[in-house]
């Protein structure tokens, strides 16, 4: 069993930032690949950004690429999303989730574990 905790969300202005933090415990998660997902309030939880297992390859949504960094530190076996220039369209609840799939997925369903989330509110 993995658990994953969300930390870093809050309260910024539009073109702030953020960092958000997921650090998994139960299980060592250097081979799987780790995703944050959003979801925003009558939204469903949509793809923000993956890495694998081993980092190399990173993925984003066309929303934010170019804005947030998705990185990975597996010695302390926590995955970070940093985020920039944020807009009031990025308010949501961040989910950190880790797929088996370790190449790195954008689908929500290939992901096995999943956070509590954290809020982030961006306001203009």
């Known amino acids: 069993q993995v658990q994953l905790v969300e930390s870093g969300g809050g309260l910024v202005q539009a073109g702030g930032s953020l960092r958000l933090s997921c650090a998994a415990s139960g299980r060592t998660v250097t081979s799987y690949a780790m995703g944050w997902f959003r979801q925003a309030p009558g939204k469903e939880r949509e793809f923000v950004a993956a890495?694998?297992?081993?980092?190399?390859?990173?993925y984003y949504s066309d929303s934010v690429k170019g804005r947030f960094t998705i990185s990975r530190d597996n010695a302390k076996n926590t995955v970070y999303l940093q985020m920039n220039s944020l807009k009031p369209e990025d308010t949501a609840v961040y989910y950190c989730?880790?797929?088996?799939?370790?190449?790195?997925?954008?689908?929500?369903?290939?992901?096995?574990?999943w956070g509590q989330g954290t809020q982030v509110t961006v306001s203009s």
């Open positions: 890495i694998s297992w081993s980092g190399s390859s990173t």
């Open positions: 989730a880790a797929s088996g799939y370790g190449l790195g997925s954008r689908k929500i369903y290939e992901y096995d574990y």
